[in-house]
């Protein structure tokens, strides 16, 4: 039920949910990169994960997205690159795959629909 997918929410983390909805939905990580830059400049801000984050309805909080935003510009550069972005998608899908393939699908299966809470037109999908 719904509190088997809070749990999962709660447990996975924001890149591991990430992961797995674009697996499920059968969208490359370079695809996804793509799809995140919502100003099309090339970069993925930290503005352009937030906005993302809500409108593939993610599940998480401005400050988990912050900190993941974080984690992926370790460096300050202000945007994050795309083979990180690749490849810190890449290690965490296949260590999702190792350890719970069955509940990552239950969990992107929930997010297959995109609904953005925004009403800014911008197709993810």
Known sequence: GSSELEH???????????????????????????????????????????????????GCSDDTMRALYTSLDPHGHGFIERDVWIRALTVESSKAGATSARSGASTARSHSVCVCPHACACPVW
Request: glycine share 6%.
């Open 8 to 58: 999962s929410r709660d447990t996975k983390s924001p890149l591991a949910l990430l992961a797995s909805i674009l697996k499920f939905n059968e969208i490359s990580f370079e695809d996804g990169y793509v799809k995140a830059d919502r100003d099309d400049d090339g970069k993925v801000s930290e503005l352009d994960l937030l906005h993302f984050g809500k409108h593939i309805r993610l």
